[in-house]
């Protein structure tokens, strides 16, 4: 069966929330009754055909088609099957993500993965502020899954994660991994300042050294570690092959939390 | 009073004409700044439901990140009576605190208090500030920063106060660090004094941290210094009247909050939102209306130029020309501030909001 | 407007009625069938019950201690939906305006919010002005503020604690005055972690019992007509009943009303140490007809306490579900606001409900024993129905019961409760009586000359969906509600005591709050113009 | 009865009756083969027989670098009991005791480990409080503080409860040189075997019991129908010139594994020929009443 697509067709103006087209709720459901469907635009409502054109079949398979970063909350909530969007999303990309796996080609804006609990979302380019984070009435962040970002991420990036893996190919704003309380994330790039602030457990893996250390991180100097192994290995069948190595700074920390989590910079 | 349409004064009924029309074309109002009274909040927030509108706060990073402190953690907040009277160890957090109010260390240690627990003598613990004119009934301590920022310094006196040892534990700052927290975890209740809109989020969970550390065996509690322009009265009046505080949209009927999406900067810059009522009208403030929509400005008269929006609507000063229920902070709730003087004449915010939405009434009857 | 509802059942107590018959209202007034004149418009109630508008006495529904939990916990309504019903109207929303909405669905026309923060009484007032459809009052909370207790401490003259008590009623607009863990909220202010009736204040040397006692003599010597409304030591604490019953014995026979009594009534027998007092409660109750209690039931589900007895809040955090909380520290008692959620799987949780619905069921007269949940702390106020078919419905309690955990039976004697409480007992205990406990004359019956506020509900065996939403709600002779939807918005009165002082009062206090506080006291006075319409205060008269 | 005779061997008309056991596997690696191996040794020592051991266990194998979750040597063990519990208190016990405490290794699960035996979920607590969680690809992970750095050991392994024990073979001889040489031969065929181990001394068993004692509280002695000093004393199962019997005992994952290992277990003795003079291959049994599962040898050589 053909993948169901959603190719829009022309940028909108105001933010759209495309939270309804997920697989969970697609199926069974004709291209003709997709397009009729309600969608929630910031202060109105259009339908799906009003900005979509649909065709296929498989809603276990979603495609989007030329998005805009105005394309809010696409994959929102999704618990099974594949979604691929080829173009930028929007905010709240894949939060509150179930299962499934969610593929994007270019770049998210804020919340992408945020508070989503399982699955994968790989997104190729760049996520704005709180990737993985919080959103509005969480307690927690991501509580799990794994979120891929290819490009660059913004600031407080995986905010009170609190399980799960986040790897950032590129770069990463201020705070990134504020007030972890648990999860594994791998820098391959530079980190703003105060990165792992207030971190209670978890590990923050760098590729590079941040050029900023938190004070309230007590070194533990270099030491080999077999769960480096692992972890290569893991990103590995996940398609990220990147060089661990097998021996790492370890720095304790955030002691201004519960001071269990851990900085490790790779040598 | 005066009322003024792309720069020319008009009819008080045309400009509330013209504000109703605008905002009826708008597919999404944006009502902020909001610096009024509670009575201009109720009516903000009455205008908002009405039209579909998200109403902010001029100080809506502030509310936003202390609202979601709140709802993620709790908090223990101290009244400023509680302050003034009962604390032995005042820790001021940056420099906020005494920017907002010159007086505040006068305030906080008079001559005399009420009975409090413990022996400790009073003692400021000024943490990323220079306090001026500390009171004789005092004692005074600094943490010279250094190089370190307010946040690296919050997680390091956080840090000496749990007993954890950390990497800079032994320089000469960390030995200062250590000092004040040696005199926090002796204090009967410590009191933090710090501004939401300067700490950043992640420290305002690290200061509540703290607070919960101490206050296993003591007392211990946060002070934050009032949001500017009546931010807190608005904020509460935001929660009672709706549930949620302000960044609260209504485009869709119910209330729905959220602290980024609908902060009006960003829906200001972003485009999304498409007209503004910026009311700036406790006596002028230095946070300026974002720019780039159409907008309704209520301001208090000489506050602004004629041209310096779309519409400009000169209203009262509260608690000046009108009595006015405002957040107090010496009470660390609302109260009451009766106007001066009767005679200005001048329409209050409320009235000028409430006339938009009888307007906008009208037309949806007609 | 002669208004006549014609054929219903009409349950009203107070005039020994329970037949079918009809209720007329003329211009916002109960009248007698008029003779020779037409009425205006006639609701044909048949098959349906019509009763008084409802009457809470206690419910925290607004000022800043309810705006507080607000912030805590926004999202309670949808938690809350999982385990009960949402607040309507909006399940995203517990605002005032709601809270208006869903207490006239049900019936209920007169609201008193019970802890009113006297620094804070302007919040509570504009609060209260924002809840439509139903008529509100405030009871003011002094005992553990620092100026009664430095006049308990100096000795001061009956007539000055008095003075002080009127002039806080007037000041903040109270319909009567709440003592809150008298004496323990201050002691918290110095470290104290627990607190009893003989404990004495940490340097004031004032005890909990004098400072309960001179609150209860200075409302009852002003004439006040509301008795002081008690939220007594140990909350919540297992034996604690022993506490109940000597601040019962304490009251000497002047009137006063104990507070959600239900997380008084705990004995500490049984293997877990926990188990229900209600029978010795309800025996002391019999022997003491100068006391009337609310109940504070509470049903399974999520909630948030909230309370000014920091002491107990405090320790409380430790239960706290989702696992955050928040304690002001304030003038006088503060609040504490503590997320919960009752769990029918756990023993204590299970026990606590049945020892309410015990007192209720055991209860010798609904003139004493009143209806609350104490809302939100023992159940949200929307879920009162479920109540009500608990009282009414003995296999309804049956099948909860053999829910819940083993020993609860053991623990409780609700197992042996037989009683189904009537149409008339609810009557009572919802309407009647906290009508007559707060000096409100002209409500709770269908007298004439009493309000307009009638509430009609169709008969239905089930009386949790009976209750649920009424068929027709009047308020001050006006259709608001039918059929659970709005007709009408209208907005009420707010109930006041205003005995009145000498004004030397005013001095001493503004002199105290000048110099422990720097502030003039008119900064938090209530006034009259507060919510801009006219007559927003109606004054219940105090006994001369 | 109808034996049959390959290469001169006679296999007897018989089976061997095995018991359903609770069994489990874990790998073990290490920064060398060598310590991976010693780990294992270690664990895997005292673990004969469920009668006084707790526990039957043995390596199972060797595991290259490609094979193991953290790319290291490793080694696979197998562990049985009778029951769930003791598994686990078993597992708990030698795990802790003997891979913990050895330098540089680390413990994962040997079969899926989704509700299966606590391991690390245990072990953790070692850490006083030290010890992370990691989760990868659905896998949990303890890693705990140790003096050589970090123990890393997986939160759970699966067991199952179709593992078989006492699956055997009795080898009869002429000579005792000749039986040890032939179930040398034997074991070292199964070896490489998956799902089985043969946890004897060697793999190897002289002490073949039967159910039962003169003595009170005594559950089983020996099998005197097969001690070839009593022939003619007993009714005895062994011809006059048998000097010597040995038995192999194998317990596996699976009945299937278990009959593989028994016909590669004849197969390398009859291989041998007449060469060791032996006289035939029987197995142990109690007559069928005792055991569900019968591995007729028969059968297991088709």
């Known amino acids: 069966m053909s993948a169901l697509t959603f190719e829009l067709k022309q940028a909108p103006e105001e933010p759209l929330d495309l939270s309804a087209l997920i697989p969970d709720r697609l199926a069974g459901m004709k291209a003709k009754d997709i397009a009729g469907l309600a969608l929630p635009t910031l202060a109105g409502t259009a339908s799906v055909g009003d900005y979509f054109k649909v065709t296929g079949k498989d809603a276990a398979s979603l495609r989007f088609l030329g998005t805009t970063d105005r394309c809010d909350r696409i994959g929102a909530g999704s618990s099974e099957g594949e979604i691929l969007v080829d173009g930028d999303a929007g905010a709240y990309l894949g939060a509150k993500f179930k299962g499934g796996t969610l593929e994007v080609t270019g770049n998210a804006a804020a919340y992408a993965g945020a508070a989503m609990s399982n699955g994968t979302i790989d997104i190729k380019g760049n996520v704005g502020e709180r990737a993985g984070g919080l959103t509005v009435g969480e307690v927690h962040g991501m509580r799990g899954g794994r979120l891929f970002i290819g490009g660059n991420a913004g600031p407080y990036l995986a905010e009170r994660m609190r399980r799960g893996l986040i790897t950032v190919g590129g770069d ?21 300042r105060n990165a792992g602030y207030g971190l209670k457990r978890g590990s923050l893996i760098f590729k590079k050294k941040p050029k900023q250390i938190l004070p309230t991180y007590a070194d533990c100097g270099v030491i080999e570690f077999t769960y480096l192994n692992l972890l290569e290995r893991a990103l590995k069948a996940d398609g990220i092959k990147v060089r661990l190595g097998r021996e790492a700074q370890r720095l304790m920390g955030d002691m201004a939390a519960l001071g269990k989590g851990e900085m490790l910079i790779l040598r | 009073m005066a009322v003024y349409l792309d720069g020319t004064e008009v009819e008080e009924a045309d400009g509330l004409e013209r504000a ?108 990323g500030c220079k306090p001026k004119g500390v009171p004789s009934s005092a004692k005074s301590s600094k943490v010279d920063l250094g190089n370190q920022s307010l946040a690296t310094g919050i997680s390091m006196l956080a840090a000496a106060v749990a007993g954890r040892s950390f990497g800079d534990g032994e320089s000469a700052l960390g030995k200062s660090i250590a000092t004040a927290a040696k005199k926090l975890k002796d204090s009967a209740f410590a009191v933090f004094v710090y501004s939401p809109l300067e700490l950043d989020e992640p420290s305002l969970h690290v200061v509540l941290d703290m607070i919960r ?87 208090n008269p000489g506050q602004a130029a004629p041209r310096a929006a779309k519409i400009v609507i000169e209203v009262g000063v509260p608690g000046e020309d009108h009595d006015a229920a405002l957040y107090l902070p010496e009470i660390s709730g609302i109260g009451m501030i009766a106007g001066k003087g009767k005679a200005s004449g001048l329409p209050q915010v409320s009235d000028i909001l409430d006339a938009i939405g009888a307007k906008l009434n009208a037309k949806e009857a007609a | 407007m002669l208004i006549r ?99 006239a669905q049900m019936g209920y026309t007169t609201v008193i919010e019970p802890a009113v923060q006297p620094t804070h009484a302007i919040q509570t007032h504009l609060e209260l002005a924002q809840i439509p459809m139903i008529d509100t009052g405030g009871l003011i909370i002094l005992g553990n503020d620092d100026f009664a207790l430095r006049q308990l401490h100096r000795k001061a003259s009956k007539n000055e604690i008095e003075d002080y008590v009127a002039w806080t009623l007037q000041h903040a607009r109270g319909i009567g005055l709440k003592v809150i863990n008298a004496g323990g909220a201050e002691a918290f202010k110095f470290n104290a972690r627990t607190f009893d009736l003989d404990d004495e204040v940490p340097e004031y040397g004032t005890t909990s019992r004098q400072i309960v006692q001179a609150m209860q003599h200075a409302v009852q010597d002003l004439g006040v007509p509301h008795p002081a409304h008690v939220h007594c030591n140990n909350l919540g604490i297992a034996g604690n009943i022993d506490t109940a019953i000597a601040t019962i014995e304490a009251s000497d026979g002047v009137p006063i ?160 409760i037989e009683r189904e409480i009537t149409l008339s007992d609810l009557a009572v205990m919802t309407r009647a009586a906290p009508a007559k406990l ?52 209208t907005w009420g009165k707010v109930f006041q005591a205003d005995p009145g002082f000498d004004s030397k009062i005013e001095r001493r206090v503004k002199d105290f709050y000048g110099e422990s506080y720097g502030i003039d006291p008119k900064v938090f006075g209530v006034p009259e113009d507060i919510a801009n319409t006219e007559d927003r205060f109606q004054m219940v008269p105090c006994r001369t | 009865m109808s034996d049959i005779k390959l290469k001169g061997v006679t296999i007897v008309d018989t089976f061997a009756e095995a018991f359903p056991m609770v069994g489990t596997r874990v790998i073990i690696t290490a920064p060398t083969a060598k310590w991976a191996d010693i780990a294992a040794r270690t664990m895997t020592g005292f673990a004969t027989s469920v009668i006084a051991c707790g526990a039957e266990g043995g390596i199972e194998r060797t595991l290259s670098r490609s094979e193991t979750y953290d790319g290291r040597p490793g080694v696979s063990v197998l562990l049985f009991t009778m029951s769930q519990s003791k598994l686990q208190t078993q597992l708990r016990d030698r795990v802790g005791q ?59 392994t699966g067991y199952t409860r179709d593992a078989v024990g006492g699956g055997n073979l009795l080898v009869v001889a002429k000579s005792h040189a000749g039986a040890l040489a032939a179930c040398e031969r034997a074991v070292k065929a199964m070896a490489p075997m998956p799902d089985i181990i043969t946890p004897f001394p060697g793999g190897i068993v002289r002490s073949g019991s039967k159910v039962g004692s003169k003595y009170k509280g005594q559950m089983a002695s020996t099998n005197d129908a097969y001690c070839p000093t009593l022939k003619g004393a007993v009714k005895s199962e062994l011809p006059m010139n048998a000097e010597a019997v040995l038995e192999i005992v194998i317990d596996g994952l699976t009945p299937e594994a278990i009959a593989k290992a028994m016909g590669a277990g004849i197969k390398a003795i009859v291989d041998g020929g007449t060469r060791d003079g032996v006289l035939r291959i029987a197995a142990g049994n109690y007559g069928g009443n005792l055991g569900p599962h019968h591995f007729h040898l028969k059968e297991v050589i088709a």
């Open chain 1, 172 to 192: 990463a704003g201020e705070y990134a991994g504020a007030r972890v309380v648990a999860g594994t994330i791998l820098f391959q790039g530079k980190v703003g």
């Open chain 2, 20 to 127: 109703a029309e605008l905002l009826a074309e708008a597919k999404l109002p944006v009502i902020a700044g909001l610096m009024t009274d509670i009575a201009g909040a109720q009516s903000a927030l009455a205008l908002a439901q009405k039209i579909g509108g998200v109403v902010d706060h001029a100080a809506g990073e502030g509310i936003a990140r202390a609202s979601r402190l709140m709802r993620e953690g709790g908090m223990n907040p101290v009244s400023f009576g509680e302050l003034r009277n009962r604390s032995d160890r005042v820790v001021v957090l940056g420099e906020a605190p005494l920017q907002a109010d010159p007086d505040l260390l006068t305030k906080i240690f008079p001559e005399k208090t009420l009975p409090r627990p413990g022996d400790n003598p009073r003692e400021l613990i000024a943490i």
């Open chain 2, 213 to 299: 550390e101490l206050c296993k065996d003591t007392r211990a509690g946060g002070y934050t210094v009032a949001a500017p322009g009546n931010g807190d009265g608005v904020n509460l009046c935001s929660v009672w009247t709706c549930g949620l505080p302000v960044r609260t949209s209504f485009a869709h009927g119910k209330p729905e909050h959220d602290a980024w999406r609908y902060s009006a900067e960003r829906l200001v810059k972003s485009g999304e939102g498409d007209a503004l009522v910026w009311v700036d009208a406790l006596g002028g403030s230095d946070v300026k209306p974002p720019k780039g929509v159409p907008t309704i400005l209520i301001t």
């Open chain 3, 5 to 103: 509802l014609k054929g219903g059942r009409v349950v009203d107590p107070v005039n020994n009625r329970d037949a079918v018959g009809d209720v007329f209202i003329d211009n916002g007034r109960i009248v007698e069938a008029p003779e020779g004149r037409q009425p205006d418009q006639t609701y044909d109630v048949s098959g349906k019950v019509v009763m008084a508008g409802a009457v809470d006495v206690h419910s925290h529904i607004g000022g800043s201690n309810v705006t507080l939990a607000r912030q805590l916990m926004p999202e309670l309504p949808y938690l809350a939906a999982s385990g009960g019903v949402a607040i309507p109207p909006n399940p995203s929303s517990w605002g005032a305006y709601a809270t208006g909405l869903r207490y």
């Open chain 3, 257 to 416: 009303h104990f507070a959600h009594i239900q997380f008084y009534s705990y004995g500490k027998e049984g293997e877990k140490g926990f188990s229900s007092a209600a029978p010795r409660l309800v025996e002391a109750l019999k022997a003491h007809p100068n006391v009337t209690v609310d109940v504070g039931q509470p049903l399974f589900g999520q909630t948030v306490t909230i309370s000014g007895d920091v002491l107990r809040q405090f320790d409380g955090r430790k239960a706290a579900s989702p696992g955050k909380w928040a304690l002001y520290q304030g003038e006088g008692n503060g609040t504490g606001v503590v997320p919960y959620k009752y769990k029918a799987k756990s023993f204590i949780n299970a026990v606590q409900w049945a020892i309410g619905l015990e007192i209720f069921l055991l209860a010798d007269s609904y003139w004493q024993v009143l209806f609350s949940t104490d809302h939100p702390n023992g159940a949200l106020f929307t879920r009162y129905p479920e109540i009500f078919q608990l009282l009414m419905d003995k296999d309804e309690r049956a099948r909860w019961l053999d829910k819940l955990p083993e020993g609860v039976k053991e623990a409780t004697n609700l197992a042996e």
């Open chain 3, 438 to 489: 707060l000096g409100l004359t002209d409500r709770g019956h269908l007298s004439p000359g009493a309000v307009g506020d009638v509430a009609v509900y169709t008969d239905k065996p089930n009386k949790a969906e009976m209750f649920d939403r009424a068929s027709y709600v009047f308020k001050d002779g006006k259709l608001i509600m039918r059929d659970g939807d709005v007709v009408e918005v």
């Open chain 4, 98 to 156: 003997c891979v913990l405490t050895c330098p540089g290794t680390a413990c994962f699960a040997g079969l899926p480990p989704k509700k299966g035996l606590k391991l690390g979920h245990s072990l953790r607590f070692f850490g006083d409080g030290w010890q992370m969680s990691k989760v990868l690809n659905g896998r949990r992970f303890w890693r705990v503080p140790v003096m050589d750095g970090e123990f890393v050991c997986e939160d759970r």
